[in-house]
Protein backbone atom coordinates (compact mmCIF):
# COMPACT_ATOMS: atom_id res chain seq x y z
CA UNK A 1 0.00 0.00 0.00
CA UNK A 2 3.08 2.76 0.78
CA UNK A 3 4.78 1.31 -2.17
CA UNK A 4 2.00 1.88 -4.39
CA UNK A 5 1.67 5.14 -2.74
CA UNK A 6 4.85 6.03 -3.30
CA UNK A 7 5.11 4.99 -6.48
CA UNK A 8 2.20 7.29 -7.66
CA UNK A 9 3.60 10.28 -6.23
CA UNK A 10 6.34 10.36 -7.59
CA UNK A 11 4.74 9.49 -11.34
CA UNK A 12 1.77 12.63 -11.08
CA UNK A 13 4.19 15.19 -9.83
CA UNK A 14 7.82 16.46 -10.37
CA UNK A 15 11.42 15.96 -8.22
CA UNK A 16 10.43 15.83 -4.77
CA UNK A 17 12.35 18.21 -2.62
CA UNK A 18 12.15 18.88 1.45
CA UNK A 19 12.25 21.73 3.76
CA UNK A 20 13.15 19.35 6.37
CA UNK A 21 15.81 19.09 8.02
CA UNK A 22 15.69 15.91 10.32
CA UNK A 23 17.27 12.95 9.68
CA UNK A 24 14.04 11.22 9.00
CA UNK A 25 13.26 14.02 6.89
CA UNK A 26 16.29 13.89 4.80
CA UNK A 27 16.13 9.85 4.10
CA UNK A 28 13.00 9.70 3.06
CA UNK A 29 14.20 12.39 0.40
CA UNK A 30 16.36 10.66 -0.29
CA UNK A 31 15.09 7.35 -0.62
CA UNK A 32 12.82 9.34 -2.98
CA UNK A 33 14.80 10.74 -4.96
CA UNK A 34 16.28 7.42 -5.84
CA UNK A 35 13.62 5.84 -6.41
CA UNK A 36 12.61 8.65 -9.12
CA UNK A 37 16.22 8.13 -10.49
CA UNK A 38 15.44 4.32 -11.04
CA UNK A 39 11.99 5.26 -12.74
CA UNK A 40 13.93 8.10 -14.90
CA UNK A 41 16.05 4.93 -16.39
CA UNK A 42 13.36 3.21 -16.98
CA UNK A 43 11.64 3.15 -21.14
CA UNK A 44 8.20 3.67 -20.40
CA UNK A 45 8.32 5.69 -17.61
CA UNK A 46 11.44 7.66 -17.67
CA UNK A 47 13.40 10.67 -20.10
CA UNK A 48 16.58 9.02 -19.18
CA UNK A 49 15.05 5.92 -21.13
CA UNK A 50 14.11 7.75 -23.93
CA UNK A 51 17.67 8.85 -24.53
CA UNK A 52 16.44 12.97 -23.94
CA UNK A 53 19.63 13.40 -21.36
CA UNK A 54 22.38 11.78 -24.05
CA UNK A 55 20.18 14.14 -26.66
CA UNK A 56 20.85 16.84 -24.38
CA UNK A 57 24.39 16.61 -23.65
CA UNK A 58 25.48 16.30 -27.35
CA UNK A 59 23.07 19.25 -27.76
CA UNK A 60 25.35 21.25 -25.60
CA UNK A 61 28.66 19.86 -26.50
CA UNK A 62 28.53 20.92 -30.05
CA UNK A 63 27.46 24.17 -29.40
CA UNK A 64 30.20 25.81 -26.94
CA UNK A 65 31.99 27.42 -29.77
CA UNK A 66 30.67 30.73 -30.89
CA UNK A 67 29.01 30.67 -34.04
CA UNK A 68 28.23 27.42 -33.95
CA UNK A 69 25.31 28.23 -36.79
CA UNK A 70 27.31 30.26 -39.27
CA UNK A 71 24.86 33.11 -38.40
CA UNK A 72 26.37 34.23 -35.14
CA UNK A 73 25.08 32.61 -32.46
CA UNK A 74 25.94 32.16 -29.22
CA UNK A 75 27.79 29.45 -27.12
CA UNK A 76 25.42 27.09 -24.79
CA UNK A 77 27.15 27.79 -21.49
CA UNK A 78 27.41 25.22 -18.82
CA UNK A 79 24.56 26.98 -16.68
CA UNK A 80 22.19 26.85 -19.23
CA UNK A 81 22.84 23.18 -19.37
CA UNK A 82 22.92 22.39 -16.07
CA UNK A 83 19.38 24.29 -15.96
CA UNK A 84 17.80 21.99 -19.11
CA UNK A 85 19.09 19.13 -17.13
CA UNK A 86 17.23 19.99 -14.08
CA UNK A 87 14.02 20.98 -16.27
CA UNK A 88 13.83 17.60 -17.53
CA UNK A 89 14.18 15.83 -14.43
CA UNK A 90 11.53 17.77 -12.64
CA UNK A 91 9.35 16.49 -15.43
CA UNK A 92 6.25 14.02 -13.82
CA UNK A 93 7.32 10.35 -15.16
CA UNK A 94 5.75 9.50 -18.09
CA UNK A 95 5.97 12.59 -19.84
CA UNK A 96 6.41 12.31 -23.32
CA UNK A 97 9.59 13.15 -24.54
CA UNK A 98 10.95 16.21 -25.92
CA UNK A 99 13.84 16.82 -28.50
CA UNK A 100 16.45 18.84 -27.51
CA UNK A 101 17.48 21.82 -29.80
CA UNK A 102 19.77 25.06 -29.16
CA UNK A 103 18.88 28.99 -30.05
CA UNK A 104 20.98 31.71 -31.47
CA UNK A 105 20.76 33.19 -28.15
CA UNK A 106 22.52 30.31 -26.48
CA UNK A 107 19.26 28.99 -24.59
CA UNK A 108 18.80 25.27 -25.07
CA UNK A 109 15.05 24.17 -26.20
CA UNK A 110 13.13 21.27 -25.34
CA UNK A 111 10.48 20.11 -28.20
CA UNK A 112 6.76 18.38 -27.87
CA UNK A 113 5.70 18.31 -31.46
CA UNK A 114 2.52 16.42 -32.74
CA UNK A 115 2.16 18.51 -36.57
CA UNK A 116 3.89 22.00 -37.40
CA UNK A 117 0.78 23.79 -36.25
CA UNK A 118 0.62 22.00 -32.96
CA UNK A 119 3.78 22.30 -30.88
CA UNK A 120 5.31 23.82 -27.98
CA UNK A 121 8.93 25.19 -27.72
CA UNK A 122 10.50 25.54 -24.13
CA UNK A 123 13.37 27.66 -24.15
CA UNK A 124 15.87 27.30 -20.61
CA UNK A 125 18.02 30.10 -20.78
CA UNK A 126 21.10 30.13 -18.57
CA UNK A 127 19.86 32.79 -16.11
CA UNK A 128 16.82 30.22 -15.09
CA UNK A 129 14.09 31.19 -17.47
CA UNK A 130 12.09 29.71 -18.98
CA UNK A 131 10.50 31.07 -22.47
CA UNK A 132 7.22 28.75 -23.89
CA UNK A 133 5.34 29.23 -26.90
CA UNK A 134 2.91 26.92 -28.58
CA UNK A 135 1.00 26.66 -31.85
CA UNK A 136 -2.43 25.01 -31.20
CA UNK A 137 -5.60 24.83 -32.73
CA UNK A 138 -7.72 28.04 -31.68
CA UNK A 139 -7.34 31.79 -30.96
CA UNK A 140 -5.65 31.50 -27.34
CA UNK A 141 -2.71 33.45 -26.57
CA UNK A 142 -0.21 30.34 -25.71
CA UNK A 143 3.32 32.17 -24.65
CA UNK A 144 5.09 33.70 -22.23
CA UNK A 145 7.80 33.41 -19.61
CA UNK A 146 8.20 31.48 -15.99
CA UNK A 147 11.12 31.67 -13.77
CA UNK A 148 12.45 27.87 -13.27
CA UNK A 149 13.12 27.15 -9.17
CA UNK A 150 13.45 23.70 -9.76
CA UNK A 151 9.70 22.73 -10.44
CA UNK A 152 7.81 22.88 -13.85
CA UNK A 153 5.39 25.63 -14.43
CA UNK A 154 1.98 24.39 -14.55
CA UNK A 155 0.97 26.35 -17.62
CA UNK A 156 3.79 24.24 -18.89
CA UNK A 157 2.75 20.77 -18.01
CA UNK A 158 -0.81 22.04 -19.44
CA UNK A 159 0.38 23.05 -22.50
CA UNK A 160 2.69 19.39 -22.62
CA UNK A 161 -0.51 17.81 -22.46
CA UNK A 162 -2.76 19.66 -24.91
CA UNK A 163 0.38 19.35 -27.63
CA UNK A 164 0.92 15.59 -26.94
CA UNK A 165 -2.61 14.43 -26.28
CA UNK A 166 -4.04 12.20 -28.57
CA UNK B 1 21.50 38.63 -59.57
CA UNK B 2 25.19 39.61 -59.12
CA UNK B 3 24.78 43.35 -58.93
CA UNK B 4 23.20 45.16 -55.49
CA UNK B 5 22.38 48.05 -57.49
CA UNK B 6 20.05 46.44 -59.85
CA UNK B 7 18.08 44.71 -57.12
CA UNK B 8 14.25 45.15 -57.73
CA UNK B 9 12.46 45.98 -54.39
CA UNK B 10 11.02 43.58 -52.02
CA UNK B 11 7.55 42.24 -53.25
CA UNK B 12 5.25 40.44 -51.21
CA UNK B 13 5.07 37.44 -53.49
CA UNK B 14 8.93 37.26 -53.66
CA UNK B 15 10.80 33.70 -52.25
CA UNK B 16 12.97 33.96 -49.73
CA UNK B 17 15.35 31.28 -48.44
CA UNK B 18 16.70 30.71 -44.87
CA UNK B 19 19.59 28.41 -44.86
CA UNK B 20 19.68 25.35 -42.86
CA UNK B 21 22.91 24.62 -41.51
CA UNK B 22 22.05 22.52 -38.58
CA UNK B 23 20.25 18.77 -38.63
CA UNK B 24 18.63 19.52 -35.77
CA UNK B 25 16.46 22.60 -37.28
CA UNK B 26 14.73 20.45 -39.70
CA UNK B 27 12.43 17.39 -38.49
CA UNK B 28 12.26 13.94 -39.93
CA UNK B 29 9.26 14.36 -41.37
CA UNK B 30 11.27 17.55 -43.71
CA UNK B 31 9.42 20.18 -41.44
CA UNK B 32 11.12 23.42 -40.07
CA UNK B 33 11.87 23.51 -36.36
CA UNK B 34 11.00 26.98 -35.12
CA UNK B 35 14.47 26.89 -33.73
CA UNK B 36 15.73 28.11 -37.23
CA UNK B 37 14.06 31.23 -37.15
CA UNK B 38 15.03 32.48 -33.99
CA UNK B 39 16.21 35.85 -34.77
CA UNK B 40 19.51 36.21 -33.38
CA UNK B 41 20.79 38.99 -30.44
CA UNK B 42 20.53 42.41 -32.88
CA UNK B 43 17.05 40.83 -34.45
CA UNK B 44 18.10 40.85 -37.87
CA UNK B 45 17.67 36.97 -39.31
CA UNK B 46 19.20 36.66 -42.37
CA UNK B 47 17.93 35.03 -45.27
CA UNK B 48 18.74 35.48 -49.08
CA UNK B 49 16.04 36.30 -52.09
CA UNK B 50 15.46 34.07 -54.67
CA UNK B 51 14.60 36.63 -56.72
CA UNK B 52 15.88 34.97 -60.11
CA UNK B 53 18.56 32.78 -58.92
CA UNK B 54 19.04 29.43 -60.31
CA UNK B 55 18.73 26.50 -58.04
CA UNK B 56 22.87 25.85 -58.60
CA UNK B 57 23.43 29.84 -57.91
CA UNK B 58 20.83 29.68 -54.62
CA UNK B 59 22.50 26.50 -53.35
CA UNK B 60 26.47 28.08 -53.85
CA UNK B 61 25.05 31.49 -51.39
CA UNK B 62 24.06 28.96 -49.22
CA UNK B 63 27.44 26.85 -49.40
CA UNK B 64 28.96 30.47 -48.27
CA UNK B 65 27.02 30.83 -45.17
CA UNK B 66 28.86 27.16 -44.14
CA UNK B 67 32.16 27.96 -44.49
CA UNK B 68 32.89 30.14 -41.28
CA UNK B 69 31.46 27.14 -40.13
CA UNK B 70 33.17 24.53 -41.24
CA UNK B 71 36.95 26.25 -39.99
CA UNK B 72 35.34 25.46 -36.40
CA UNK B 73 33.62 22.47 -37.01
CA UNK B 74 32.52 20.01 -39.23
CA UNK B 75 29.37 21.83 -40.77
CA UNK B 76 27.36 20.85 -43.70
CA UNK B 77 24.35 22.84 -45.45
CA UNK B 78 21.80 20.60 -45.31
CA UNK B 79 19.05 22.29 -47.22
CA UNK B 80 16.77 25.79 -47.19
CA UNK B 81 13.28 26.97 -45.75
CA UNK B 82 11.51 28.79 -48.50
CA UNK B 83 8.71 31.28 -47.16
CA UNK B 84 7.46 34.11 -49.24
CA UNK B 85 7.39 38.33 -47.82
CA UNK B 86 3.75 38.08 -47.51
CA UNK B 87 4.40 35.21 -44.51
CA UNK B 88 6.97 37.60 -43.18
CA UNK B 89 4.57 40.88 -43.10
CA UNK B 90 1.34 39.02 -41.82
CA UNK B 91 3.64 38.46 -38.49
CA UNK B 92 4.45 42.39 -38.35
CA UNK B 93 7.86 41.85 -39.63
CA UNK B 94 9.99 43.72 -42.34
CA UNK B 95 11.78 42.34 -45.00
CA UNK B 96 14.98 44.77 -45.68
CA UNK B 97 17.43 44.52 -47.91
CA UNK B 98 21.16 43.93 -46.58
CA UNK B 99 23.72 42.89 -49.47
CA UNK B 100 26.66 41.33 -48.73
CA UNK B 101 29.91 41.30 -50.70
CA UNK B 102 29.41 37.67 -51.43
CA UNK B 103 25.40 37.41 -51.35
CA UNK B 104 24.40 40.45 -53.14
CA UNK B 105 20.34 39.02 -52.47
CA UNK B 106 20.96 38.96 -48.63
CA UNK B 107 18.42 40.63 -46.72
CA UNK B 108 16.81 40.73 -43.14
CA UNK B 109 14.07 40.07 -41.52
CA UNK B 110 13.67 42.87 -38.99
CA UNK B 111 10.97 44.67 -36.65
CA UNK B 112 11.08 41.26 -34.28
CA UNK B 113 9.58 42.25 -30.33
CA UNK B 114 12.15 42.52 -27.85
CA UNK B 115 10.04 40.07 -25.95
CA UNK B 116 11.97 36.30 -26.19
CA UNK B 117 8.58 34.23 -25.86
CA UNK B 118 6.86 36.53 -28.53
CA UNK B 119 9.70 35.93 -30.70
CA UNK B 120 9.13 32.04 -30.13
CA UNK B 121 5.54 32.40 -31.04
CA UNK B 122 6.41 34.08 -34.25
CA UNK B 123 9.53 31.87 -35.00
CA UNK B 124 7.14 28.76 -35.04
CA UNK B 125 4.55 30.65 -36.99
CA UNK B 126 7.15 31.29 -39.76
CA UNK B 127 8.63 27.71 -39.29
CA UNK B 128 5.47 26.16 -39.43
CA UNK B 129 4.35 28.54 -43.34
CA UNK B 130 8.16 27.42 -44.53
CA UNK B 131 8.77 24.53 -46.94
CA UNK B 132 12.29 22.33 -46.15
CA UNK B 133 14.14 22.22 -49.84
CA UNK B 134 16.83 19.56 -49.00
CA UNK B 135 20.10 20.14 -50.36
CA UNK B 136 20.79 17.84 -53.45
CA UNK B 137 22.89 15.11 -51.69
CA UNK B 138 22.92 15.90 -48.38
CA UNK B 139 22.81 13.76 -45.64
CA UNK B 140 19.43 12.18 -44.77
CA UNK B 141 17.76 13.94 -41.55
CA UNK B 142 18.05 12.15 -38.29
CA UNK B 143 14.84 10.67 -36.67
CA UNK B 144 12.95 12.12 -33.78
Known amino acids: MILEMAASTLISIGAISTRGSSETARFVAEQAHEGRRLLQASYSLGLDGKGVFDELCEVAEERRAPNWDGYGAEPVSEEAYRLAYRFLEALPLGTPAPTVGAEPDGHLTLEWYRSPRRTLSVSVSPEGELHYAALLPGPSKAYGTEPFVGDVPVRILELIRDVTAA | ?144
Request: net charge positive; charged share 25%; proline share 8%.
Open chain 2, 1 to 144: MSNAEKLPPITANELLARFITEKKWVRADHTVRQDAFIPPRDLNLSVTRHLKLSEEKLWNLGQKVVVAIAEKRSAALCGRADLTVREVSLRNLKTEPAALPKNPNHAHITGWPLDKAAQKNIAQQLAAAAKFMPKPGAQEMPSP
